[in-house]
C-alpha cells in the first residue's frame, strides 16, 4: 500500500493486561477497536488478538505499539513481559515502532535492547497528547483499574516517575479505577450500624459494583466476580458479601451506603495524589478515560477548570503521534 | 456397625470454601483428613468430596457437620448456600447433625428451618472445646484466610456476635491469615526506599509468600496466585509486583522488608481485635490453627500465658463434642 494522501494512515495499539485497544487514524478519520482479552490466561494467543484487532481497525503505513501487560503475572519478569509482547507484536505486525516512557518512538530492536523503556509507557502516549493543546496542565486519566496523574508543564511532561514503581512512590499512578479494583483493597472498613466493619479480603465484588449501583457506570466492561449479571440487584449482593453478609442481613440503604463510601474513598485516593502536583492556578485538568466523570470531580475539588483532549485514550494519542507533528 | 465400647466412634465434618476437614474420633483415637477442594468452582462435586473424605476418615455411629462455605459466591445468599451444603451432607452421608452459632447439635431439618443459625459456626465447635478446658481464656485460631477472636469466661463462650457480620463488628473475626490473604488488602502502602509505595490492587501476592519469605510457613497449603512454584525466590517475585517492580528492580532486602511490614500489620489487626476483649489477668490465649504461631506472639504482645487445647480445629472440636461430654 502506498500513502496516497499527504498524511499517512497510522494504526496504534496499546496492549494491556486485560483489554487491547486499536486506533487507526487517516486525517480527521479515527476508528478506534477494543477487545478484551486477559494476557495472563493465554499469552499464547496474543498475537492472533494482535492481528484480529488490527485487521478490523484498518491498514496503515505505520504502525506503533505500547504496552502495560508486561506487568502480568503470566511473565516472571518485565524484561520478559516485554519480550513475549514485541515478539508478538512483531509476529502479528510486521516492523512497528515502540513507544518508549521518554516519548519517544523506538524500533523493535532498540526495545528488545531496552525492556525497561518500553514497559507501562502507554500512559505516555495520553500527555504527550494533553501537552500538545495545553502547556500547562494535569492529566487525570482514570481507568478501570488504575489512575494516571500527570503534570504538564511548559507543554512538556513534567511526570517525575517513569516506571510504574516510581510513578507509585510519585503519586502520578495511583491503583485504583472504575471497573475491576477489589473492593477489599479500597479501605480495610466500611461504615455501618454507626460502627465500622471489617472487610472480607476476597475477591467479592469490584469498583464496577459500586459504580453501578450508585448510578456512575456506563457499561459493566469486564466479568462479574462472580460471574452472576451486572445488574444493581446482583451489584448489591456482591457488595453485601464484602462484609460477609447478604441482601438477607442488610437493607438496601445499608449497602448503597457502603458503595457511597467506597466511591468516596476512590475520589480521596485520586485527589491526594493529584494534590501533590504544584501547578500554575490557572492550570486546568484533562479527565480522560472510563472514569472521566472521577476526574471532573477531583477538579471540582481543587477548584481548577476542566479541559478536553482531542484524543481520548493512549491508542489515539500514539496513533496521532505517530502521525507526526502535523496531525 | 454396633457400637462395641462404651463411647461411641463420631464423625465431624467442617465443610470450608476452600478446604474440607474431616475428624474420626474413637476413644482416644483420632484421625484427621483435610482435602482441599474449592466450593466456588464447582458445588456440585461436594457430595462427592464429603463421600470421600468421610470414608477415609472411617465409619461412626454419629455424624455431624460444620460449614463456612456458605458464604461463597456460589451461592446468592447465605440461605441458598447452607441448603446446597445441607443437601450434599445428606446425600453422602445419610442423617447428620448440625452444629448451629449457638452451640446445639440440631438435626438437618430443623437446620433447613433456621439457615441462618448453622451458617459460619464452626468456630462455635472449638470455643467450646476451649471451654472445657479453660474456664477464662481467649480463643485466637488464625486459619489461611481468617482468624476468630474468642472470649471464653466462666466456662461459656462469651462471644458478643454470632453471624459473620456481628463478629466482624466486634472484632471477633478478622479476615486476615497465614495462606489466602490478599497483600493488597492487608495494607494500601508499604514502606521502600525510605518513603511509602501505595500498592498495586491485584491478586498478585498471597499472604503465603510473605511467611514463606520470613520463614514462618510450615507448608503453603494453596494454589499460588501464578501458578509458579512455591518457593522462597518465585514469592519474592511475586511480592515485588504488589508494587509493580519485579526481582530485577527490587533488591531481596527491600522485598523482605516488605514481608516484614505485612506480617507486622497482619499481627498488629489481630492484637487490636484481641485488645477489644476485657479478660481476667490470668486468662490464657489458646492459640490454634495454622497460624498459631501468630496468636503466640499475640500472646507475648498482650502479656498472657499461652494453654493448649486437646482438639485442634474444628472437626476434631465437633467430633468430640458429638462424642458426649464424657470425651
Redesign the interface.
Known amino acids: 500500500m502506498t500513502p496516497t494522501t499527504r498524511m499517512p494512515a497510522t494504526l496504534a495499539i496499546d496492549i494491556g493486561g486485560a483489554n487491547t485497544k486499536a486506533a487507526w487514524l487517516h486525517g480527521d478519520s479515527l476508528r478506534t477497536v477494543s477487545r478484551p482479552f486477559e494476557v495472563w490466561r493465554d499469552p499464547v494467543a496474543l498475537a492472533a488478538v494482535l492481528r484480529e484487532v488490527a485487521a478490523e481497525a484498518g491498514a496503515a503505513e505505520a504502525v506503533a505499539v505500547t504496552m502495560t501487560a508486561e506487568?502480568s503475572?503470566?511473565f516472571?519478569?518485565?524484561?520478559e513481559g516485554v519480550a513475549f509482547v514485541l515478539a508478538a507484536a512483531e509476529d502479528a505486525l510486521g516492523d512497528v515502532r515502540v513507544l518508549t516512557t521518554a516519548g519517544d518512538l523506538v524500533s523493535l530492536e532498540t526495545a528488545r535492547a531496552r525492556p525497561?523503556d518500553v514497559a507501562?509507557a502507554n500512559w505516555v502516549a495520553t500527555a504527550l497528547a494533553v501537552a500538545g493543546e495545553h502547556p500547562d496542565a494535569l492529566l487525570i486519566d482514570v481507568g478501570s483499574?488504575t489512575a494516571d496523574i500527570v503534570p504538564i508543564a511548559g507543554g512538556r511532561v513534567a511526570a517525575s516517575g517513569r516506571?510504574?514503581?516510581e510513578r507509585?512512590?510519585a503519586g502520578e499512578?495511583?491503583?485504583?479505577g472504575v471497573l475491576r479494583?477489589?473492593l477489599?483493597?479500597?479501605a480495610?472498613r466500611v461504615p455501618?450500624?454507626g460502627?465500622w466493619?471489617?472487610?472480607?479480603?476476597?475477591?467479592?465484588a469490584i469498583s464496577a459494583d459500586v459504580h453501578l449501583v450508585l448510578g456512575r457506570l456506563e457499561a459493566y466492561g469486564c466479568p462479574t466476580?462472580?460471574g452472576?449479571p451486572a445488574t444493581v440487584e446482583f451489584a448489591r449482593?456482591?457488595i453485601a458479601?464484602l462484609?460477609?453478609?447478604?441482601?438477607?442481613?442488610?437493607g438496601v440503604g445499608e449497602i448503597d451506603a457502603i458503595a457511597a463510601f467506597l466511591y468516596g474513598e476512590q475520589l480521596r485516593q485520586v485527589e491526594e495524589a493529584a494534590r501533590r502536583h504544584a501547578l500554575p492556578p490557572a492550570a486546568p485538568v484533562v479527565p480522560v478515560g472510563a472514569g472521566a466523570a472521577m476526574g471532573r470531580e477531583v477538579a471540582a475539588r481543587l477548584g481548577r477548570e476542566v479541559a478536553e483532549v482531542r484524543w481520548n485514550g493512549p491508542a489515539a494519542a500514539l496513533a496521532a503521534l505517530l502521525a507526526g507533528p502535523q496531525c
Chains 1, 2 share one sequence.
Open positions: 506487568l503475572d503470566a516472571r519478569s518485565k524484561r525497561l507501562a483499574t516506571t510504574d514503581l507509585l512512590l499512578l495511583v491503583y485504583t479494583t477489589n477489599a483493597a479500597i480495610p455501618l450500624r460502627g466493619c471489617p472487610v472480607a479480603s476476597e475477591q467479592f466476580p462472580d452472576r449482593e456482591r458479601r462484609v460477609c453478609a447478604d441482601a438477607e442481613q442488610l
